[in-house]
């Protein structure tokens, strides 16, 4: 009589444990939107994505049929990492299966667009830039980070409406250009009127002939049509 009170809960513990043994072999179901979103946090933790970066995943197709597996999902890089790469998702059981996710990175900065189209030789007027962002790892060239510092400027070539300005899209200081000349002389700043021999951008040494004397110098674009010169 004992022993058949000890052992029906013997077989139930045992009923239940084979139940949900049962149950965690079962293959865990991911549907496309958790596909991408575990795409999304695995990307947030490799080293080949660049620092300050921001992933843009190509979201699955939600009509795509759910995906079983009953381990861990493997993720890799199918190709080189760049300004966008590819993810493979895989796994061997129950059935091997794999699907691949596009991702694009971006860092966005502080940048100067242009409000309009702006043709080339177009003198820059401040109704015609405003300030906006732009994928830093896109841009070709220095960036415009202040509209104002370029009224004046010259544009080198056509920019369409909302394009990123660059400094090489423009001469601050355009061959044949009236500029003042500045320097420091004994410790006093001394200004002249030049005459730019030489497109230049910020930074850019340039020649520039001194209307005065007509002696021809070397000089640095430091602003819209201004040049400095180290005595």
Request: with cysteine; glycine share 6%; charged share 15%.
């Amino acid at each position: 009589m004992y022993d058949k009170f000890l052992k029906r809960p013997l077989i139930c513990a045992f009923t239940v444990s084979v139940f949900f043994a049962a149950f965690s072999l079962q293959a865990a179901s991911f549907s496309p939107a958790q596909l991408t979103a575990a795409t999304t946090e695995w990307l947030e933790q490799q080293k080949e994505v660049p620092d300050g970066a921001q992933s843009q995943i190509s979201t699955l197709d939600s009509r795509l049929a759910h995906k079983e597996c009953n381990e861990p999902l493997q993720f890799s890089f199918a190709g080189p990492v760049y300004n966008q790469a590819t993810v493979q998702i895989r796994c061997q059981s129950p059935q091997p299966w794999q699907l691949y996710v596009s991702a694009r990175f971006t860092q966005q900065t502080d940048a100067t667009l242009s409000v309009r189209n702006i043709a080339l030789g177009s003198l820059i007027t401040a109704d015609m830039l405003t300030l906006g962002q732009a994928d830093l790892r896109l841009a070709r060239g220095s960036l415009v980070k202040n509209p104002a510092s370029v009224i004046g400027a010259r544009v080198k070539r056509s920019l369409s409406a909302g394009q990123v300005v660059t400094l090489q899209d423009l001469c601050l200081v355009c061959k044949g250009d009236i500029v003042t000349i500045s320097g420091l002389n004994s410790g006093l700043e001394v200004r002249t009127v030049g005459i730019a021999q030489m497109d230049g951008i910020l930074g850019d040494q340039i020649r520039v002939t001194n209307r005065q004397s007509n002696r021809t110098v070397v000089a640095e674009v430091v602003a819209v049509k201004k040049v400095a010169i180290k005595f």
